[in-house]
């Protein structure tokens, strides 16, 4: 059962600011620079409290292009079907990346 059915939003928003300073996408670790549009979701979960939760607008296009309507933020890349290879490949090659990328520069 996928997070929104387990853990549903019972109070949030979701909107698409101008970053106006550096921001991290939670799905691909890239960085959102200023002037790009991205997704931020502020809410309260059921069982885990508030969060909230920045995505780039790369990442918002796969989920709508991919039809994921229910995971666990930060988790898309465990929602993605890599069967299919294409759009999800390219997510998960661009993730471990991105992911390495930083880990040099910590």
């Avoid at 059962?1 to 996408?25: F, L, Q």
């Avoid at 991205?38 to 409290?49: A, F, L, N, P, Q």
């Amino acid at each position: 059962m996928c997070d929104c059915m387990e853990n549903p939003m019972v109070r949030g928003s979701v909107t698409k600011p101008k970053a106006r300073k550096v921001h991290r996408c939670g799905e691909c670790l890239r960085d959102i620079l200023p002037g790009e549009r991205y997704e931020y979701v502020s809410g309260i979960w059921k069982d885990s409290g508030g969060s909230t939760h920045k995505t780039c607008a790369d990442c918002v296009r796969l989920r709508e292009v991919i039809g994921i309507e229910c995971y666990a933020y930060g988790l898309m890349m465990d929602a993605i079907d890599y069967r299919d290879g294409g759009e999800g490949e390219a997510f998960a090659k661009r993730r471990r990346e991105n992911w390495e990328r930083r880990r040099v520069v910590q």
